[in-house]
């Protein structure tokens, strides 16, 4: 299981930091990625990092404003949002993968764990 938190409210311009936890599995072995799901709307990729943390890749949409990275030893992966704006507002995921290359679909994706909700006032 994996285990999303770090969500709040935040006024646009802010920064939060959310995490992923594994639960009773190693992340350390995959490919993990973050998801966003908007009201009324598809969940959407947001950025992913290799199982080393070598390898990083981002939406158009979080690019320069988001970094993921990932702390083994703690079996945590983590986003940092920065410059959020209220189109980032959404319950944000984290997922595994074992597919070679740049994933980006959500049916690449499993092992969802329960989201976190952030909300952007302007």
């Known amino acids: 299981q994996l285990q999303a938190s770090g969500g709040g409210l935040v006024q646009a311009g802010g920064s939060l930091r959310l995490s992923c936890a594994g639960s009773?599995?190693?992340?350390?072995?995959?490919?993990t990625g973050w998801f966003r799901q908007a009201p009324e709307k598809e969940r959407e990729f947001v950025a992913a990092?290799?199982?080393?943390?070598?390898?990083?890749y981002y939406a158009d949409s979080v690019k320069g404003r988001f970094t993921i990275s990932r702390r083994n030893t703690e079996n945590t992966v983590y986003l940092q949002m920065s410059s959020l704006k209220p189109q980032d507002t959404a319950i944000y995921y984290c997922?595994?993968?074992?597919?070679?290359?740049?994933?980006?679909?959500?049916?690449?994706?499993?092992?969802w764990g329960q989201g976190t909700l952030v909300t952007v006032s302007s």
């Open positions: 997922a595994t993968t074992t597919l070679v290359g740049y994933p980006r679909k959500e049916s690449e994706y499993y092992s």
């Open positions: 990092i290799s199982w080393n943390g070598v390898t990083t």
């Open positions: 009773g599995r190693a992340l350390s072995t995959y490919k």
